[in-house]
């Protein structure tokens, strides 16, 4: 069975740090471009990073600067390390492997699977 399962999600103050994993099992995720969505309360899903099968990342304006996406094929994972977060992070976040190795612009070509999310909640 494909899965990608999240976690590392929670509660942070603003200008915190949280690293999201997204572990991969049923396949291997080194041949395929991985993606990081996000979807606030009220707000339509939408990608912020991706990274190629080649290990070239691509983010969104909003995050640009602050995250770095990252993978550890050995481990089957991909990362997202978040940093000086803001309320506006406030969101589920979520994992989702490309069936290509490569990102249209920060989000996977033909997404073929998806995690279930993680919360991640930015307030004082």
């Known amino acids: 069975q494909l899965q990608l399962v999240e976690s590392g999600g929670g509660l942070v103050q603003p200008g915190g740090s949280l690293s999201l994993s997204c572990a991969a099992s049923?396949?291997?995720?080194?041949?395929?471009?991985v993606g990081w969505f996000r979807q606030a309360p009220g707000k339509e899903r939408e990608g912020i990073s991706c990274?190629?099968?080649?290990?070239?990342?691509n983010y969104a304006d909003s995050v640009k600067g602050r995250f770095t996406i990252s993978r550890d094929n050995a481990k089957n994972t991909v990362y997202l390390q978040m940093n000086g977060l803001k309320p506006e992070d406030t969101a589920v976040y979520y994992c989702?492997?490309?069936?290509?190795?490569?990102?249209?612009?920060?989000?996977?070509?033909?997404?073929?699977?998806w995690g279930q999310g993680t919360q991640v909640t930015v307030s004082s």
């Open positions: 990274i190629s099968s080649g290990s070239i990342s």
């Open positions: 049923g396949f291997t995720l080194e041949y395929y471009a």
């Open positions: 989702a492997a490309g069936t290509y190795a490569y990102c249209s612009a920060y989000v996977p070509r033909n997404i073929g699977s």
